[in-house]
């Protein structure tokens, strides 16, 4: 018969593992990022403030609860809740949520955390979880991509200084203001009017340029300028966009292989420890065969 040790620990892993536990547990991180959030207005803080505290120091209670389920579901090695890493996440807020910081210089780290707790819908859900582990999984990718993007801006944030600065220094007088230009027109933000006064020269036109007047050399570049820029949208904003859209394509095909071999791993480790059962049967059959013979 199973111990009462064993019979506690099942009943935690079953609460655990419990969709109305789950579910119940989604609802209340929801209900902190709505608690925080109402926190930001003054007069809802004013009217509300003791019933949000009191409603804030309920969730604390209930989280605290759950990683004690959590632990204890793990039976005699609780040290397995923490190789999660995500459930290393959960534990880190609640203890942080219970550190003395209400009346000291950190108190905006407490507040920072409360907020952090949203993220937590990424631990309570398994499709949310997957999507972070391929975002993960695409880091060094990204960086490459990411690498490669900015050579491409600081190559064009060079030129556009010294072809554009004298008609344009609003948006080319120098290279951190050129890069931050660059990154306007690559996410295609009124990227027109920025290359029409590079067109046309910012004593023609000046939509969407303040102080135009301090251009000390206005002119027009025509037809060079179209190419630099629908040169840089082509290669900044779309050849980059899709490559970065590749990469996480990839890594998401990669997680669902890794997912179905770790399911086919699994099953042949079930099957061989069923087989190796069934082989231990046969043999203790066999062996007491052999008693009944000799007795």
Known sequence: MPSIYHKVTLFFQQLRDHRLFQNG??????????????????????????????????????????????????GN????????????FDFAIVVILFLPLQDTQFFAVLRIVRVLRVFRLITA????????????????????????????????????????????PVHFGDLPTAL?????????EDWTDVMYIQIFGSDVYSVGMEHASLAPNPQGFGFWAALYFIAFVICGSLIILNLFIGVIVNSIDEMHQDEDQRKIDDEKKASSDQFSVSESIQRLEKELAELKRHL
């Open 25 to 74: 547990m989604i609802a209340v991180i929801l209900l902190a990022g709505i608690t925080v959030g109402l926190e930001t207005s003054p007069s809802i803080l004013e009217r509300w403030g003791h019933l949000l505290h009191t409603i804030d120091k309920i969730i604390l209670w209930i989280f605290t609860l759950e990683v004690c389920i959590r632990i204890a579901a793990e």
């Open 77 to 88: 090695r609780p040290w397995k809740y923490f190789t999660d890493p995500w459930n290393l």
């Open 125 to 168: 859900l398994p499709r949310l979880r997957f999507l972070v582990g391929v975002l993960m999984k695409s880091l060094p990718s990204l960086g490459y991509v990411g690498l490669l993007l900015g050579l491409l801006f600081y190559v064009f944030a060079v030129v556009g200084v010294f072809k554009f600065s004298g008609n344009d």
């Open 180 to 188: 931050l230009t660059l990154f306007r027109v690559a996410t295609l």
